[in-house]
């Protein structure tokens, strides 16, 4: 492998990690259409809005349970120097398979949780995190996992106040259902990329769909960027309509 593709890799995994639950997305987010230029506060803040705006959608669409698995991001300031070696280390010495990580959600889990002790190891520290876990999850009952390095906590939790905790000072995104979403290049919220987005994607191109919150708008313009250039027009529409992406 030449050097700028590792490099890269590296920083694709430095990205995936930071947005760390969409790695649990299956095989239709396309992590490689993350670069470089996202690695900075306002990338990253994009990338926050956009899956808050996933969880936003997700639950006026959907007629879910009133309480259910919620995963709460706590960042980790990625962008620091010193985190973004360790975690490039730890890449390379893992040898992590980005294709494995974006497929299989217990491979995800376990090399996020050994990232988190390799990290904690190296004296990394979340304060942000150990925040929201002494003042705000110590409220809450059923916590089913903790990362507090990394900053990710997974817990049950009611709607509302998951909606709620995405003005919360310690937190950087919610996601709703704890399963992380099958697809984030879904525009009609069935778990799938097909036809039926590229219809909406159609609508959204002419205005005719529109987003007023600025999180939702900012997923609507992530899930309709089908073939990831930075640009939504009619090629991302028949690309959808002729791939027929899962
Ligand atoms: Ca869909
Ligand atoms: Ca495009």
Known sequence: MNKPKL??????????????????????INVFSLEEQDLTSDGMKLGYSTLNG?????????????TQ???VYCGLDISNPYTLV???????????????????????????AKLNVFLNKMGVKNKKA???????????ENIYQSFDTIGIYIFEAENQESLELMN????????????????????NFDGK??????????????????????????YALYASDI????????????????QNIK
């Open 130 to 140: 150990e925040e929201f876990k002494n003042n705000v999850l110590s409220s809450y």
């Open 69 to 71: 698995k919620t995963a």
């Open 168 to 187: 919360n000072e310690y937190v950087d995104f919610v996601l709703v259902g704890g399963e992380v979403p099958k697809s984030l290049k879904d525009m």
């Open 227 to 242: 073939n990831a250039d930075r640009s939504i027009d009619i090629v991302d529409v028949t690309d959808l309509q002729l």
């Open 54 to 66: 996933y969880t936003k959608l997700v639950l006026k669409n959907h007629n879910m349970k009133s």
């Open 86 to 112: 360790l975690v490039g280390l730890f890449y390379l010495n893992q040898n992590v398979d980005l294709d494995k990580l974006t497929k299989d959600n217990s491979y995800a889990i376990e090399t996020i």
């Open 193 to 218: 990329t097909d036809k039926k987005d590229a219809l909406l994607i159609q609508k959204y191109l002419s205005k005719e769909l529109q987003f007023t919150d600025k999180d939702e708008n900012a």
């Open 7 to 28: 490099f890269k890799r590296m920083i694709s995994f430095v990205l995936t990690v930071s947005l760390t639950l969409t790695i649990l997305t299956s095989s239709t």
